[in-house]
């Protein structure tokens, strides 16, 4: 018997505000899917929960979804399906009767008296009995069982494993979606998980009866006390910590005789986009993607000695863009206060106005004020001390100093200093400030951009 296990599709999941579905990496995956059950012709295909993203699935993902069945199912192979965490189980089940009979197998609940569906396939060998249990908690257990004292998740499912009255001479498959631990060791998070570790944790013992645990819940590809109990993991990276797991893909599992050896395998299909997360000092970044950057990337950037500049988000996103990459996340590891921006162990209040925005613009800009520059700020802080505190400002004095400024700086323009306050820079042939400094800091699109995160 030889079958694909797969889980936490989470069809419909949007990753840094890119929709998993609307950017085809869904569909794709499911694409090459089909493909390799045409090459490979599996005996069944067990899908371990966390079909969609939500209980409430959106009409897109229903398609996608019913597209990927509808093909195995006419390709003859058997689809065994269970609802996770984050699936409805009345749902998902909506028609398993009458799908059943197409050997499409959903199991949305539990049966009246806490019975798992059970599905027959057979091989050279006899018969393997497949095990379908949808996500499960101790309340929900404790009420089909008629039994109060059961508390925790590691007691509800060993006292449901012992009502199903399994024939452990046979063979058997287990398909469950929950938080599987081996002695109390947490599990190893793929990062975009909703649960957080320690949350009803089963130990592995539980499933010693059962020959191939096929386990969702957990987004890594990994077994949990031995090889036969294992996650799947999803099949593409919904997180930037997934970027670390080489396997992502359908687990291929080969069960011989019973009591041989079962031999596991992971299958790998490339995705649509390659999630990549880099991380360095600025410079080093431009300098590196310039040369590394592939086409069609999800990419994640932190920059580690300095902030994030309206500049520096609207050149990265340019610069990915150009590539048809996204850039999903733009971070900055750089932690210390603004009193480390000029490296100066002075208190802020001891130092000039001027040396203040000195430093800030040095680190803003990662240059020193030109001199046209140094006298708008002398300028600037000239009008500032004329006024008296608590004296209110008139329209008038801001119209002198503007005319002052003015005045001052297309003198100094003439004298050939360039082209305006902030001569745009143009380090390693691209500009940081693209001309936008009248308004502010930078073009207003990419300060949005920032301010939503990205
Ligand atoms: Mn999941």
Known sequence: MFFYHLADLHIGKVVHGVSMLDNGDQRFWIDRFLELIDKKRPDAIVISGDVYDRSAPSGDSVELLDYMLTEIVKRDVPVLMVAGNHDSGQRL??????????????????????????????????????????????TLVAQKLGDDSIKDYDTAMRCLIERQGIDSTGRNVLVAHQNVVANGQMAEFGGSESVVGGVGQIDFSAFD???????????????????????????????????????????????????????????????????????????????????GAKRGEYVSVTITDRRITPEIAAYFREFYGSRESVLMELISSFRNSEMSIGKSHVRAEERSLEELFTDFYRFREGDELSDVEARALQLAIESMHSVQSGDSVSDSDVADFVSKLIKELSFADCGGEGCGPSSGRGDDGYCLSSGGDDEGCGPSSSRRDEEAGV
Not at 107 to 121: F, I, N, R, T, Y
């Open 93 to 138: 089940a909506f028609g398993s009767e009458i799908l059943a009979r197409h050997n499409l197998h959903i199991c949305g609940g539990l049966g009246e008296g806490g019975e798992m569906m059970q599905v027959v396939l057979n091989d050279e060998f006899g018969p393997v009995t497949f095990w379908l249990c949808p996500y499960v908690f101790p």
């Open 209 to 291: 009866c059962f020959d191939y645990v096929a386990l969702g819940h957990i987004h890594s590809s990994y077994h949990v006390g031995r090889k036969e109990v294992r996650y799947a993991g999803t099949p593409l990276c919904y997180h930037f910590n997934e970027t670390r797991q080489k396997n992502k893909g359908p687990v291929m599992v080969h069960l011989g005789k019973k009591g041989s050896e079962v031999e596991i395998q992971s299958a790998v299909i490339e995705p649509k986009h390659v999630m990549r997360a880099v991380s360095g000092d600025y410079e080093d970044v431009v300098a590196n993607e310039k040369v």
